[in-house]
């Protein structure tokens, strides 16, 4: 089985930690890489075409939805899931997230199993 890259964007090492637990898991190999802000998340979605990234949105440099524009406005990046997984939980915040082009909108704090299930479906 290959192994499959996740790469989580989110500025706060807490979330990494958990969401790192998380990916070790699922019960199938994943290289785990992180960036803390946007522009280092796209920098490294072209270098390592992750199957799979995890998008905070409030990010320092560029934020999650104009990474998320960037890399769904390149063609080498375009298919790459990005799924938002952020504090941003207000009327019309999952609305904004998809229109930027995520392909889902999970809230923090993050609920585990959500986030367990999205994982074995997307990595396994």
Not at 7 to 33: C, F, K, S, Y
């Amino acid at each position: 089985m290959p192994v499959k890259t996740l790469l989580i964007v989110d500025d706060e090492p807490t979330n990494v930690q958990l969401i790192r637990m998380l990916a070790e898991d699922i019960g199938v190999p994943v290289r785990l890489r992180t960036a803390s802000n946007g522009l280092e998340a796209v920098t490294l979605a072209r270098e390592l075409a992750p199957a799979l990234v995890l998008m905070d949105l409030k990010l320092p440099v560029l934020d999650g939805l104009e990474a998320t524009r960037r890399l769904k406005a390149d063609p080498a990046t375009a298919s790459i899931p990005v799924i938002a997984l952020t504090a941003q939980a207000m009327v019309g915040d999952r609305e904004r997230a998809l229109a930027a082009g995520c392909d889902g909108y999970l809230t923090k704090p993050i609920d585990l199993q959500a986030l367990l299930h999205l994982l074995r479906e997307r990595l396994a």
